[in-house]
């Protein structure tokens, strides 16, 4: 039920807060007196505050001082001031006595085929209602039968008019929205006006034309989806939704659902239900189950990409010893987070879900396949010499794109353990060699032209060193999300950022988790984040 009406008038509020503890009988007789005031009050005349009062209570107040109230706003208020009295005073059925015939709020809706609304305006002039408590302790609305018989034969036919009318079809309201425009466009005119004239013109009331013209105004300006992925990054850079949403003279809650929808767009992008095999069971349903079934994947330690050209060449010549067991250890806890990223999400905390298992994920691809270079170095090799490579650090850095994105797929695709032909399953060495190799053919015939001029090239310029040129971030290419994921934030002891991001021994956390370990609530462990990004 709504909340007792207000008393705008403030001789009545003054009124009422006077006969707040009035026993039941003098409430009722104070009601049925100022139900017979409705039928007396003119609305075009005025009326002295000490006859109102006198109306009402039968009581002469010597001190009140001398007023008139316009009858039109008496009479509207009056309404207000009955469901107000009998609110106060907690009448029930059996108290009502000679208000006991009545009908309810639903009843006289379907007995006049009104709406809410309209039985609001009629209250307005001289239709009154009863606030009781019926038997299961719920108030209602009682509409006295005295009180809607007199207001039935005063307005019979505004009642008609209004039970002839109907919900406008869509189509309806439509083609008045388009007349409006129309209107408004080529004489200028004011709204009220249009309104008017439109309702005149369909047969429907000004109230409900003037509703639709008032719906037909340029619709509010909403972010581009360019906008979102802006909005994203500002906010992975450390600025808080608030500032945002200032600057944009939004709110905040438009950011957030801005910056949701650009984290959405993001995750289909990167696809991570095509990023593991279809056959792999999801060992767990959560990020801490699958880093108490993988111990050691939650502290694998990857060092950064190497800078240049020269260097990585050098570290990708180291070969490695490759433990079998861990091997399987860290593909089996990769592809359960890539599982777990791939569940729909349907709120923020899915985001940060998702987003967590992938920076897991892009830690583990590098450890995993860090062991494995010197198995791309030799595909490369076996393709075009790298010695010949060398003269075009163009076609050297393709080269190592393709066939570290090649491992990657492999890796994807790769079964560790419960294969058909044994128990236990293969090495991944293996299928990146065969992946590499398949994808550098593919990439030798596209590049056979540039691979055929590269002798006379190494005869006709001195050889380039290889030390001063960038190399290709590998990291990111075998992990499309890690340059979003992953932000190049220096190696601090900031607690927030070293279990936000993994870095060190530790594994990437949600922020749950991250208030969690802090001993502090969600909201400031964001804050704290959100802090730490912008101001390393």
């Known amino acids: 039920m709504p909340a007792w009406p ?6 009545l509020a003054d009124l009422a807060e006077q006969l707040r503890f009035a026993p039941k009988p003098a409430v009722l007789k104070d009601i049925a007196r100022a139900a017979a005031t409705i039928d007396l009050v003119e609305p075009e005349q005025d009326y002295p505050a000490d006859w109102i009062v006198f109306r009402i209570t039968g009581y002469r107040d010597e001190k009140l001082t001398a007023g008139t109230v316009p009858g039109r706003q008496l009479k509207a208020h009056l309404s207000s001031l ?23 709020q639903p009843e006289l809706l379907a ?26 302790g719920i108030s209602r609305l009682h509409f006295p039968a005295q009180s809607v018989r007199r207001f039935e034969s005063a307005n019979r ?8 009318f109907s919900r406008m079809p869509a189509e309806k309201v439509r083609s008045l929205g388009e ?17 008017a004239h439109l309702a005149r013109k369909s047969g429907r009331s000004v109230s409900a034309v003037d509703r639709i013209v008032r719906s037909v105004r340029k619709p509010a300006r909403r972010l581009k989806p360019s906008a979102h992925a802006r909005l994203l990054f500002r906010w992975e850079q450390g600025h808080h939704v608030g500032a945002l949403a ?16 650009a984290r959405a767009h993001r995750l289909e992008v990167w696809d991570p239900a095509s990023r593991f095999p279809p056959e792999f069971s999801p060992i767990s349903p959560s990020i801490h189950a699958i880093a108490q079934r993988c111990p050691r994947a939650a502290i694998v330690i990857v060092p950064p990409a190497e800078p240049t050209l020269q260097t990585l060449l050098d570290a990708m010549r180291l070969r490695e ?19 777990l990223a791939a569940a729909p999400p349907r709120g923020a905390d899915d985001f940060d879900r998702a987003e967590t298992c992938l920076r897991w994920a892009a830690k583990l691809r590098a450890a995993i396949l860090r062991p494995s270079r010197v198995l791309l170095l030799d595909s490369i090799h076996s393709v075009v010499p790298i010695d010949l490579l060398s003269v075009e650090p163009a076609l050297l850095s393709s080269a190592l794109s393709t066939a570290f994105q090649a491992a990657a797929a492999a890796l994807e695709n790769f079964l560790p353990l419960g294969t058909r032909r044994r128990e236990i399953g293969g090495n991944l060495s293996a299928p990146i060699t065969l992946a590499a190799g398949k994808a550098l053919a593919d990439w030798a015939r596209a590049r056979q032209a540039e691979i055929d001029l590269l002798p006379d090239r190494r005869l006709k310029r001195a050889a380039r060193s290889l030390s001063a040129i960038a190399a290709p971030d590998w990291c990111a290419l075998i992990s499309p999300w890690h340059q979003d994921l992953l932000p190049s934030v220096p190696r601090t002891e900031d607690p927030i950022l070293r279990l936000r991001f993994g870095l060190g ?13 802090l001993g502090q609530s969600r909201i400031r462990a964001a804050q704290r984040l959100q802090d730490a990004l912008r101001f390393p």
Do not use: C, M
């Open 321 to 339: 010893r490759i433990d079998r067991d861990l091997e399987r250890e860290l593909i089996e806890a990769h592809h359960a987070l890539i599982a």
């Open 179 to 195: 007349r409006a425009k129309r209107l408004t466009r080529r004489t200028g005119a004011a709204r009220s006006r249009i309104s």
């Open 111 to 136: 007995r006049w085929n009104v709406t809410r609304k309209t039985l609001e305006r009629y209250r307005t002039r001289g239709l009154f209602a009863l606030r009781i408590i019926g038997a299961r």
């Open 82 to 104: 009955i469901e107000r009295l009998s609110a106060q005073a907690s009448l029930r059925e059996p108290d009502l006595a000679d208000f006991a015939e009545g009908f309810s």
């Open 157 to 164: 036919q505004s009642l008609l008019r209004a039970a002839a």
């Open 246 to 261: 200032r600057s944009l003279r939004k709110s905040r809650a438009a950011v957030i659902r801005a910056i949701n929808l």
């Open 505 to 517: 021994t530790e594994r990437p956390h949600t922020l749950p988790e991250i208030a969690a370990a």
């Open 6 to 11: 207000k008393l705008k008038l403030r001789l």
